[in-house]
T-cell receptor, first 118, second 111 residues
Framework: AAGVIQSPRHLIKEKRETATLKCYPI?????VYWYQQGPGQDPQFLIS???????DKGSIPDRFSAQQFSDYHSELNMSSLELGDSALYFC?????????????????FGPGTRLTVL | SQQGEEDPQALSIQEGENATMNCSYK?????LQWYRQNSGRGLVHLIL?????REKHSGRLRVTLDTSKKSSSLLITASRAADTASYFC???????????FGKGTTLSVSS
């Protein structure tokens, strides 16, 4: 079965550079979530989209922005990178808010993008 | 504040033994989910238990939910070395639009 795809898998950037992470949800899933997981930490919710509209916002810095496109893929744009941004960034998708049968719905996670800021 | 807190933080057992991990949460829930994460990898959904369920099984996994105590436990029976991973419980945020994860329990199973 198709899973959530994230690219790139690894990314190394310098401080103050920008980075773009991409996420391709499971086909027919209408909701995409982004999480950040620092070393030894639990995943922290950043932002989510439902049907291409921002659904909710968590602890996402103002330097970050994201969007969901017409084909449901999502991109997380990160600017003015800081050392503390080094983390695993996960995208998850679900057939979520539209169904409202089981809420919150099971989220299927991608393999993550490991971002290292030097 | 953290929605889900887990204990123990780390657990080391021998193959064949059972492993029990506990999770507590603070607000009312519709469901509680358990995820597994191998080191540096993505999270894999294990099981979802609804607020009106008390116990659920999936293979060697048994999850219980006590809404009066706002707690859940995950039991892995007859553990294997391949069960070595971190296990997280997750509940919904206040808006019900995203998951809030607990700190996780790191399980090490030695052969």
């Amino acid at each position: 079965a198709a899973g959530v795809i994230q690219s790139p898998r690894h990314l190394i950037k310098e401080k103050r550079e920008t980075a773009t992470l991409k996420c391709y949800p499971i086909p027919r899933h209408d909701t995409v979530y982004w999480y950040q997981q620092g070393p030894g930490q639990d995943p922290q919710f950043l932002i989510s989209f439902y049907e291409k509209m921002q659904s909710d916002k968590g602890s996402i810095p103002d330097r970050f922005s994201a969007q969901q496109f017409s084909d449901y893929h999502s991109e997380l744009n990160m600017s003015s990178l800081e050392l503390g941004d080094s983390a695993l960034y996960f995208c998850a998708s679900s057939l979520g808010q539209g169904a409202l049968l089981v809420w919150p719905d099971t989220q299927y996670f991608g393999p993550g993008t490991r971002l290292t800021v030097l | 504040s953290q929605q889900g807190e887990e204990d123990p933080q780390a657990l080391s057992i021998q193959e064949g033994e059972n492993a029990t991990m506990n999770c507590s949460y603070k607000t009312s829930i519709n469901n509680l989910q358990w995820y597994r994460q191998n080191s540096g990898r993505g999270l894999v959904h294990l099981i979802l238990i609804r607020s009106n369920e008390r116990e659920k099984h999936s293979g060697r996994l048994r999850v219980t939910l006590d809404t009066s105590k706002k707690s859940s436990s995950l039991l892995i029976t007859a553990s294997r070395a391949a069960d070595t991973a971190s296990y997280f419980c997750a509940t919904a945020n206040q808006a019900g639009t995203a998951l809030i994860f607990g700190k996780g329990t790191t399980l090490s199973v030695s052969s």
